[in-house]
């Protein structure tokens, strides 16, 4: 399963960037998809998660202001994020969990950099 992450870029606080991921494995079929991010000199932080069925989770400090959403034709899923802070620039992740089958794992893509500037 390949995942190709895109959308990051530079932007001022207060403003709005969409992340894509895009699978090669048609997202009806994998259990979850999260974003992650990495700030430099910090650890991975989960933020947002979107299951087969729809539902969504966040991280505490970006509900309200991001939202994931899925497009099964596309194969794709986003991060909006609104409301942008400088604490919000990090190197963005996004994962895809299979729980069964033959393509049982985890999956990652690779990051796509959001820069806030205050």
């Known amino acids: 399963v390949q995942l190709q992450a895109s959308g990051g870029g530079l932007v001022q606080a207060g403003g709005s960037l969409r992340l894509s991921c895009a699978s090669s494995l048609s997202i009806s079929r994998i259990n979850t998809i999260n974003w992650y991010r990495q700030a430099p000199g910090n650890q991975r932080e989960w933020v947002a998660a979107?299951?087969?069925?729809?539902?969504?989770t966040y991280f505490d400090s970006v509900k309200g202001r991001f939202t994931i959403s899925r497009d099964n034709a596309k194969n794709t899923v986003y991060l909006q994020m609104n409301s942008l802070r400088p604490e919000d620039t990090a190197a963005y992740f996004c994962?895809?969990?299979?729980?069964?089958?033959?393509?049982?794992?985890?999956?990652w893509g690779q990051g796509t950099l959001v820069t806030v500037s205050s």
């Open positions: 994962n895809a969990k299979v729980f069964v089958g033959n393509l049982r794992g985890n999956y």
């Open positions: 979107i299951t087969s069925s729809g539902r969504t």
